[in-house]
C-alpha cells in the first residue's frame, strides 16, 4: 500500500531485481527510478518476484526507500542450495537466493542420506514467507561442494541458463552446410582477397568479427569491420531462432562457455576462421585523417580470414618481438586507434583501461591459476572499430527510419556519483558533486598505472546507471554517443542478430517483438553476468583454498578500496578478490571513524586507513558453500 501526494492509498507492482547482497530494486509505474528496497524489508522476495511495494517519503543515493507488501507471484519453482546441516534430525539448506538468514529445511530423499556440502535442486513445498522457514524437497543431487566440476552445473541452475539444446535444433542446425555453398554468393560483395585478419582471446573459437584497413593517396583511412552473417544461416521463427530467444546470449565461465548457438554454427560456418570462406555483413567505411567519416558502405559479402591473432601474438607484433606479414595491416590499425580515442576524449567521453584476470582450471574444473590480461592496446584497437561500426550501424537504420534495439545508456544523476566523489576526496582530488567528463579524464589521467587507478575506475563504473536495451534511443551516456546499438557479436548476443535482420530483411520487426527483444535482452544479461560472477569468485575462493591449504600462514599484498565505521573492504590485486577487515581485526588499537575524510585513526597509535592503503592479509577461513572468506590482517 502506498501514500501518494494526496495522502490515498494505492498499491503500486513491479518485478523484484535482486541484489547479491540482500537487497533489491523495483521497477513500477509513475516513477524514473527503480524503487530501492532494503534488505531488511524484503519480506522474503527473491529475484524476479511479481511483488507490490509500499513507496515511502525516503530518498537515498540508491534511489526512493519502499517495502515488500506482498509476494504475488513466485518466479521460481526450484531453488538451489547446499546442505550446511545434516544431524541431529533437522537437515538445513544455504540457498544464495534467500540469503544467510533465512532458515531452509530440507526432507531427507527416499534411498540416499544427504551430508555436509551436498549441493541439491530443491522442490519448494512451503515458502514460509513473513519469516517463516522454506520447507522444500530434494529435486536433483549435483554432487558435493568439494567436487569442482559441478560449478558451472550448478550456476546453470540456479540461474536457470539452457545448456543442452533440444533435439528439433539440433536437426535443423545438421541440416546446415558446413562450407560456404556457391549459391550464398549471389548478390554478395567478394571481400575474398582483401587482407582480413582476426584478433581474439587466446582460448576463443568464436570468431565474429574481422578487420581489413588500408591508407589512400589522401591519408583517408578504409576501414572494414566484417561480422559474421549468423542471419543467413538462423532464420526468424525457426526453431533455431527461437532457442536463441530463450537465451539471448552466450555465458562464459572459466573454462567453459554456454552458447547462444550450437557449435556447429558458432564455432563452425559461423566462425572466421582463417583460410576458409565465411559469409559476412561487411561496414566498409572511409575515415580523414582527423578520424571524420567521410563515407560508409553495408553490404553482405563473402571473406576469407588471411591470419587468426591472439591478443597476445598481436601485442608481440607491434612491439617488435615477432615478425609478421601483416606487422604494416597491425601498425595501422594501431595508429587509426590513437585517432578515434582522441576523438573519443573531444566529445567527452572517459576513458580508462582495466586489467582482468583469467582463472585458468583444469578438465575437471579445478583452478590452477591466474592469468593477468592487460587491456593493451591491441585490445583497444579492436574496441574502438566495433565502436564505430556498432555507431554507424545505428545511425544508418536510424536513417531509413526503422527501428531497432539500441544500446542505451542514461545520464547519471548527482546521487549516483556521491560514492565515487567520496572515494576521490578521500584519496587526495578536488571534484564536484557532479563532476564534467573533463574533471574525471583529468583525474583519471594523474593516477594512471598506479594502484588506485583500478579502484577509482570500478567506483567510477558502479556509480553509473546500467547500460541496456531499448527501442527508445536516448544516446549512450559512457560513449558520449548519440546513436548506438550492438552489432558485431551475433554469434554470442540476440540483439546483434535481430539488428542483422533489420538491415537486410525486407519485414519490419513489430513494436511487440521489439520490446519483447530488448526486455528478454537486457535480463538475460544481468542473469548471465551475475551466473559469471558467482562462479569467477567461487573457483578464485577455491584457488585461496587450495593455496591456504598448501601453506597456512600464505599472505597476500591487498588495497583498501572503502572504509566506513564497522571496518575496512579491500582488495586483492593479483587475483582480485575482494574482502573485508572488521575494526576488531585491525591493529592492536581502538579506531575512530572520520566521516567527513572516510578514514579510521587509531586512538593510541595514530595508525590511519584511508581508501588506497597498502596492507597484508592472511585468510582465517575459507567458506566454500557461503563463497565467503574471512581475513586476518599482518601487521
Known sequence: MVKNKDDKERQLAGIMRAHPRGFGFVGVEGYDKDIFIPKSRMSGAIDGDDVSVEVYDIVSEKGPEGRVVEIVKRSKKHLVGT???????????????????????????????????????????????????TSCSVHKHMGNISEASYDIAVAGEEYNIRSAFPKNVIKEVEKLPNTVLEEDLNSREDFRDMETITIDPTDSKDFDDALSLRIDEKGHYHLSVHIADVANYVKAGTALDQEAFLRCNSTYFPGNCIPMLPYQLSNNICSLKPDVERLTASVLMEYDGEGNL??????????????????????????????????????NLEALCHIFKK????????????????????????????????????????????????????????????????????????????????????????????????????????????????????CFIKSMPIAFYSAEN?????????????????????????????????????DEDLDNVTEACSEQERISSRAENAVKILKKLRYIAAAK???????????????????????????????????????????????????????????????????????????????????????
Open 343 to 458: 576523438k573519443r576524449s573531444e566529445r567527452g567521453c572517459v576513458e580508462f583501461a582495466l586489467p582482468e584476470v583469467r582463472v585458468i582450471v583444469d578438465d575437471d574444473g579445478v583452478p590452477t591459476g591466474m592469468e593477468f590480461i592487460e587491456y593493451d592496446i591491441t585490445h583497444q584497437l579492436v574496441e574502438e572499430c566495433m565502436l564505430k561500426a556498432n555507431e554507424v550501424i545505428a545511425k544508418h537504420i536510424s536513417g531509413l527510419e526503422k527501428k531497432l534495439p539500441f544500446r542505451i545508456h542514461p545520464e547519471p544523476s548527482e546521487q549516483n556519483f556521491s560514492a565515487l566523489v567520496e572515494t576521490a576526496t578521500a584519496l587526495g582530488f578536488k571534484v564536484s558533486s557532479r563532476p564534467t567528463s573533463e574533471e574525471l579524464q583529468k583525474m583519471f589521467n594523474e593516477i594512471e598505472n598506479t594502484e588506485q587507478a583500478r579502484h577509482l575506475a570500478i
Open 294 to 331: 567521410v563515407d560508409y558502405k553495408i553490404v553482405r559479402s563473402v571473406i576469407r580470414s588471411k591470419k587468426r591473432f591472439t591478443y597476445r601474438e598481436a601485442k608481440e607484433v607491434l612491439d617488435g618481438k615477432l615478425e609478421s606479414q601483416y606487422a604494416p595491416l597491425l601498425k
Open 474 to 510: 536516448i544516446g549512450h551516456y559512457g560513449l558520449g554517443l548519440e546513436y548506438y546499438c550492438h552489432f558485431t557479436s551475433p554469434i554470442r548476443r540476440y540483439s546483434d542478430l535481430v539488428v542483422q535482420r533489420i538491415l537486410f530483411e525486407e519485414t519490419k520487426i513489430s
Open 549 to 635: 591449504e598448501k601453506d597456512p600462514y600464505v599472505q597476500y599484498d591487498a588495497l583498501v578500496i572503502k572504509v566506513t565505521g564497522r571496518g575496512i573492504v579491500f582488495e586483492i590485486p593479483e587475483i582480485m578478490v575482494e574482502g573485508f577487515l572488521h575494526v576488531s581485526a585491525l591493529s592492536k588499537d581502538y579506531f575512530v571513524y572520520n566521516e567527513a575524510s572516510s578514514t579510521l585513526r587509531g586512538r593510541n597509535t595514530g595508525k590511519t586507513y584511508h581508501s588506497g592503503s597498502a596492507i597484508t592479509v592472511m585468510p582465517k577461513n575459507i567458506d566454500l558453500i557461503k563463497s565467503q572468506a574471512k581475513w586476518d590482517q599482518i601487521t
Open 83 to 133: 546442505i550446511v546441516k545434516a544431524s541431529d534430525g533437522d537437515i538445513l539448506a544455504h540457498v544464495p537466493l534467500l540469503g544467510d538468514a533465512h532458515r531452509v529445511v530440507v526432507m531427507n530423499p527416499k534411498g540416499r542420506e544427504l551430508i555436509l556440502g551436498d549441493r541439491v535442486v530443491l522442490d519448494v513445498e512451503e515458502w514460509g514467507d513473513d519469516g517463516a522457514e
